[in-house]
């Protein structure tokens, strides 16, 4: 008995150890290559520091979640709600160092992931060890996204475990799984939009499946179960709605996360989505051509994949509903890759065990359909998991130098215990990097626009922080993306190129239509836009430089000797304190 007992737990426990050596290859690698060399500082793979900042910031107090780059807006609400970031933070609450904290998040998370994706491939009765690959494959594949704390870190396990209850509601409407399924779902409301809007879609169609069906006590678990889903979800509803009739820089922040209004979808719905619509596709084929798996089982898994499948769908096009674009189609990719990988698996594995029952023409179409499945997945296994570990030259010197940033923020540390403001270039790592690794904040970084912050203060930050680099129109004009977000820096204008691009598609036999010019987003803004930031730089920033470095409460300017050669602080009477050879701080008058 003990014997069998083991064997059961044998595959649990070795997915469990794969996961455990796959989460340390962070760790690994920076042991690897910066040896000795490491003074602290964690190097960065890719966007995780902007994570790192929310969480860190939590950890010191501004529990509201703000703004954790600028000084004046730390005690804003958020403009958009990570649960994540708190959750992230506990470890650092219970007086752990940042990076050991980090590492046991991601530690801890994975193993969350890889447990609750097991329990779902055994919901549908996936053998073991078919299990165990799986989730090895779903794990390698979302790497890059469960490494950032904050966002999809935390929102994976809770993604797969709203899919597990799912599973369970249609295997049995009981109390338990209503209240599990709802209170599953409730939560996504609180880690990531994306997430619940997908959820609140699959939640509808489960309720209009049950309504045309005419299977009422379906209908009735289905219905409670959205409606006590919303209940719990709508503070976070009431929130976003009060914040957008409140603060009046809402819309033109959210902007700046690429909203344009259209309703042509993004070509993503093809990309990524249509892999959703060929599984489709293949189990309408198999329900039609095989009356031998009409069974409760293959219907419960039709059911499980259309409405999930078409739940995260619908939502990567939502937009030709509504009008509304904020790159939904990239985000929602990431939710949808990993389903197509885990329906692939699944299904596959169901139809091995059924084989037999299979016509040879649809035995050798659901090989031939699973096996590109397959390859789809593998692709996309393989581009996730080795663009992330693997370590060009360029990452290397890149962590070798993000080293050199210990020592003034240990400085600015040990001499200023309250926060104070720092500016140095925006475009300088150690800017972005200066409020997770001290208690102090910058003048400004580009990646402070992705909060609650009206975009003539930001580029008014922008416009003050180029002062030593005196910046022309030109420049300005190049260096749009520092200040001004998606929208003006993207989205408009590839909408206007799609929309040119689908009238040569539809009209290709008339040479003559007129489908419109594809604009640069330059010169959508036109010239006289850059001209006026220059003027306005000119006119009334340089000559009164004091009284912004006043107005934006900055006390040290931090020089990078190496970028920053022309940057010379004397000339506004501060005083140097500190010198390592690569940065110098200079202090303010006051």
Same mark, same amino acid.
């Given at each position: ?51 790192y900042a ?25 403009l ?62 979302c ?17 797969? $475990? ?37 959820v ?49 820089y ?25 892999w ?152 300088d ?28 203060? $930001? ?22 993306g ?5 929208q ?22 008339d ?80």
């Open positions: 008995m003990r014997a069998t007992s083991q064997l059961k737990r044998l595959p649990i426990a070795v997915l469990l150890g794969i996961i455990l050596l796959l989460s340390m290859i962070p760790a690994v690698e920076v042991a690897s290559v910066l040896g000795v060399k490491w003074q602290g500082f964690t190097p960065m793979f890719g966007d995780e520091g902007f994570y929310h969480v860190q910031t939590i950890a010191e107090g501004y529990y509201n979640d703000g703004n954790p780059y600028f000084f004046e807006h730390r005690f804003d609400p958020p958009v709600i990570f649960g994540g970031a708190w959750l992230n933070a506990l470890p650092l609450f219970l007086g752990l160092p940042f990076n050991a904290a980090m590492l046991i998040n991601l530690v801890l998370w994975s193993l969350a992931f890889a447990a609750v994706a097991y329990l779902l491939y055994r919901e549908f009765a996936v053998p073991p060890w078919i299990s165990v690959a799986g989730v090895v494959a779903l794990y390698m594949q790497y890059p996204h469960i490494f950032r704390p904050a966002n999809l870190q935390p929102v994976y396990p809770f993604y797969f $475990l709203f899919y597990l209850a799912l599973a369970r509601f249609m295997r049995e409407q009981s109390k338990t799984n209503i209240l599990l399924l709802s209170a599953v779902s409730a939560s996504t409301f609180y880690l990531f939009s994306y997430l619940w809007q997908a609140a879609v699959t939640l509808g169609l489960l309720v209009l499946y049950a309504l045309v069906r005419r299977d009422w006590q379906f209908f009735k678990s289905a219905l409670i179960t959205t409606v006590l889903s919303g209940i719990l979800g709508l503070p976070a509803v009431l929130y976003t709605f009060w914040l957008s009739h409140t603060s009046p809402f819309w033109e922040s959210i902007a700046r996360f690429g909203l344009v209004y259209t309703r042509i979808p993004m070509a993503e719905i093809l990309y990524s989505g249509g959703i619509g060929a599984i489709l596709a293949l189990l309408a084929v198999l329900y039609w051509r095989s009356p031998a798996l009409r069974t409760r089982e293959f219907r419960r898994l039709c059911l499980f994949a259309a409405v999930g499948g078409l739940g995260l769908w619908i939502t990567q096009g939502s937009n030709a509903l509504t009008g509304i674009l904020v790159e939904t189609g990239e985000h929602v990719r990431m939710l949808i890759l990993p389903w197509v990988l885990f329906v692939t698996v699944m299904l596959g594995s169901y139809l091995w065990r059924r084989r037999a029952d299979l016509a040879l023409p649809v035995r050798a179409l659901s090989v031939a359909a699973i096996g590109i499945l397959a390859l789809a997945s593998a692709y996309y296994t393989q581009y996730y998991f080795m663009s992330f570990v693997a370590m060009p030259e360029s990452r290397r010197d890149a962590w070798i130098e993000e080293q050199n940033f210990t020592k003034p923020f240990e400085w600015l540390q040990a001499h200023e215990q309250s926060a104070v403001v720092v500016w140095s270039d925006p475009r790592e150690i800017t972005s990097t200066l409020p997770i690794f001290t208690r102090h904040f910058t003048l400004y970084t580009p990646i402070g626009m992705w909060h609650l912050v009206s975009t003539k203060e $930001l580029i008014e930050r922008y416009l003050v922080s180029q002062y030593f680099n005196n910046p022309t129109a030109a420049d300005l004009q190049s260096d749009m520092a200040y001004l977000g998606r003006d820096v993207f989205h408009r204008a590839k909408t206007i190129e799609r929309k040119a691009k689908l009238c040569r598609f539809f009209f290709f036999w040479k003559a239509r007129d489908c419109g010019a594809t604009p640069t987003s330059a010169e959508l803004l036109g010239d006289p836009f850059f001209n006026s930031l220059a003027r306005t730089f000119t006119d009334d920033i340089q000559p009164q430089i004091k009284s912004y470095l006043r107005k934006y409460h900055v006390s040290y300017i931090l020089k990078d000797v190496i970028l920053n050669p022309n940057w010379h602080p004397e000339e506004l009477r501060a005083k140097l304190v500190y010198s390592d050879g690569r940065y110098e701080l200079y202090r303010l008058p006051l």
